[in-house]
T-cell receptor, first 113, second 111 residues
Framework: DGGITQSPKYLFRKEGQNVTLSCEQNLNHDAMYWYRQDPGQGLRLIYYSQIVNDFQKGDIAEGYSVSREKKESFPLTVTSAQKNPTAFYLC????????????FGAGTRLSVL | SQQGEEDPQALSIQEGENATMNCSYKTSINNLQWYRQNSGRGLVHLILIRSNEREKHSGRLRVTLDTSKKSSSLLITASRAADTASYFCATRDFGNEKLTFGTGTRLTIIP
């Protein structure tokens, strides 16, 4: 899983609650990404950030929010507006040059109580 | 949106046999990548092939790319039990910072 740490490994959300998933990298990568994976499915992009203090919506951003205050950190908040949050969440990072390879964390499995 | 579609969805073979999985996509791409995911874990990058390349090798892996057919294949030779995993293709379009992942092929190697 390289130098990307996701925590916690398992997370439970109560109705109406916001929860925050942590993603930290020590690879000195500029770009970071959040993906959602549902059972038997591929990855869908939630948000991504190419530099500090800047981020863009991915394909399924509704009900999620992010911040990028430090190069090393890209936390994802799953808000109460996300009505179906149960999924496996993956954080990734990559350098912008010269490679185009994404390095992934071990994931956080979020369930609803 | 999902661009890559892997085929087959699931594949079971005997240890030592070769495994081939395919990926089709829809747009003009800068590169195509293959990743492996062990159950419940993050993805691991395997190999990247650029749009101007037709074939690439890495150890027991061989990737081909046919941009005219918008398709790629991943061949794993002399399979091992440790190759049991899901395999995903991912494409990056020109001028786009995002990777678009396919739905994956679940490979099971029978000892």
């Amino acid at each position: 899983d390289g130098g990307i740490t996701q925590s916690p490994k398992y997370l439970f959300r109560k109705e109406g609650q916001n929860v925050t998933l942590s993603c930290e990298q020590n690879l000195n990568h500029d770009a970071m990404y959040w993906y959602r994976q549902d059972p038997g499915q591929g990855l869908r992009l939630i948000y991504y950030s190419q530099i500090v203090n800047d981020f863009q919506k991915g394909d399924i951003a509704e009900g999620y929010s992010v911040s990028r205050e430090k190069k090393e950190s890209f936390p994802l908040t799953v808000t109460s507006a996300q009505k179906n949050p149960t999924a496996f969440y993956l954080c990734a990072s990559r350098t912008t040059v010269p490679t185009d390879i994404q390095y992934f964390g071990a994931g956080t499995r979020l369930s609803v109580l | 949106s999902q661009q890559g579609e892997e085929d087959p969805q699931a594949l079971s073979i005997q240890e030592g046999e070769n495994a081939t999985m395919n990926c089709s996509y829809k747009t003009s791409i800068n590169n195509l990548q293959w990743y492996r995911q062990n159950s419940g874990r993050g993805l691991v990058h395997l190999i990247l092939i650029r749009s101007n390349e037709r074939e690439k090798h890495s150890g027991r892996l061989r990737v081909t790319l046919d941009t005219s057919k918008k398709s790629s294949s991943l061949l794993i030779t002399a399979s091992r039990a440790a190759d049991t995993a899901s395999y995903f293709c991912a494409t990056r379009d020109f001028g786009n910072e995002k990777l678009t992942f396919g739905t994956g092929t679940r490979l099971t190697i029978i000892p």
